[in-house]
């Protein structure tokens, strides 16, 4: 029993590293508009935002654009000379390339082409008057921050991460801490501070259990929330893991090559549904082209599973936790 405790070490470290999430693992070629860095005890002020999600008309029963959207890479999206090029356009989505082969917890958000321009050239007004030193410092720092507030920092930092293709870097971190502190009940809110906030070295301690645990109970039925909480409790209750794996897979396909649902089979001592289940999660990942860390990481887990099956290994009985 002893060598299956140390496949299944083994196994979830490979899991943890190359299945990670968005935590920083995607390349971030692309960086967002001049970053601030925004100090953990500043108190947000958020107010209503001209950025939207497609698909649920945006938060807090915002309409829906109807305006025609031109969907742009990160790249484009960024580029104030392309975007005065485009005729017609109103709205303007980043389009998702699959580089961190993880899908992010909310809608596609669709920003109005005016705003963002407008946004743009105030930034680059207050670089320039950095630069020519005609305000200090602790102003061009007050101002950006005064940009931030006005458009929410939840929807900025949805909108870095998605810049940066998933990443997750320090001010992100600190704007999702910032809007947590203001207003931790709100869903989407504790949503990117379960995602962005707190302590990212430890994505599924404690503190980002109870996070995911209070996620699941406003909206049971979130393919993300359910992935999360149930790679939170693997280690210890992989039996209730796998139902959250099962339906968030069920639900949204593209969790089923991350393996969870093998893994938690495997620690409940199951290796024949482990192994099929690696299988599955195999067969889908090519089949739909995943980044080749996704499926060099499930072909190792599929490969590692089936080692142990053929070895003789016997179905175990989990232990009640």
Known sequence: MKLHREHFTALLMLALILLAGCSGCAQKDVQPPQKVKVPEDETPILKEN????????????TPKPHGKTAKLSPKNFVDLEYL????????IEIARENIGGIPLPWNPL???IEWWQRYRERLDEL????????????????????????????????LSIELNGGGIDHTDRNLANLAYAEDPEDFDTLL????????????????????ARRLYEMNPDHPWVLHRLGKCILGTKP?????????AQELDPRYLPLGLEGLCYYQ?????????????????????????????????LFLTAEDVVNSGAKVRTCEKR
């Open 110 to 112: 669709v920003v109005s």
């Open 268 to 300: 409940m001592g199951d290796y024949e549904k482990a192994l099929a289940s690696f299988r599955r999660s195999h067969q889908y990942a090519v089949a739909t082209s995943q980044p080749s860390y996704i499926i060099g990481a499930i072909s190792s």
């Open 50 to 61: 001209p950025i939207q999600t497609e698909e649920n008309g945006g938060s807090e029963g």
């Open 84 to 91: 005065a090029t485009l005729k017609g356009v109103e709205y």
């Open 192 to 211: 990117l501070w379960v995602l962005a906030g707190g302590n990212l070295a430890a994505p599924y301690g404690e503190e980002k259990t109870t996070g």
């Open 239 to 247: 039996q209730e893991a796998l139902g959250y794996a099962q339906k």
């Open 127 to 158: 670089r320039i008057a950095r630069r020519q030193k005609t305000i200090t410092a602790e102003e061009h720092y007050g101002k950006i921050l005064q940009i931030l507030r006005e458009y929410g920092l939840v929807v900025y930092a949805q």
